[in-house]
């Protein structure tokens, strides 16, 4: 069974970094995609970054593009998110997720629905 845990969020002033973890575990294929969603309250979830097991280049939501870099480790267990030059509209829950059965140029963090599994959430707030 596929578990996405994610951890390193955090209260920063705006300007300051943090980098987000994601332990993945139980995938039994060897390709996926995965990538960071984030949801403020009241708003709808939305996508960040993502990026593929094997090949093509990370995608990065306009907001963020610059500022987050998105990474898997060569074991391919450990998704990262580098956020540097936070704003407070950072601020949210952010949320780790991996897809199976998706083609590599179609890896792309636009849509919740296009991903199977998710973690539980890490909170990140920046205040100005």
């Known amino acids: 069974q596929v578990q996405l845990v994610e951890s390193g969020g955090g209260s920063v002033q705006a300007g300051g970094s943090l980098r987000l973890s994601c332990a993945a575990s139980g995938f039994t294929y060897s390709s996926y995609c995965m990538g960071w969603f984030r949801q403020a309250p009241g708003k709808e979830r939305e996508g960040v970054a993502s990026?593929?097991?094997?090949?093509?280049?990370?995608y990065y939501a306009d907001s963020v593009k610059g500022r987050f870099t998105i990474s898997l480790d060569n074991a391919k267990t450990t998704l990262y998110l580098q956020m540097n030059s936070l704003k407070p509209e950072d601020t949210a829950q952010y949320y780790c997720?991996?897809?199976?059965?998706?083609?590599?140029?179609?890896?792309?963090?636009?849509?919740?629905?296009?991903?199977?599994?998710w973690g539980q959430g890490t909170q990140v707030t920046v205040s100005s």
């Open positions: 990026v593929y097991s094997r090949r093509g280049s990370p």
């Open positions: 997720a991996a897809a199976r059965g998706v083609a590599y140029f179609l890896c792309q963090a636009k849509s919740p629905e296009q991903f199977n599994y």
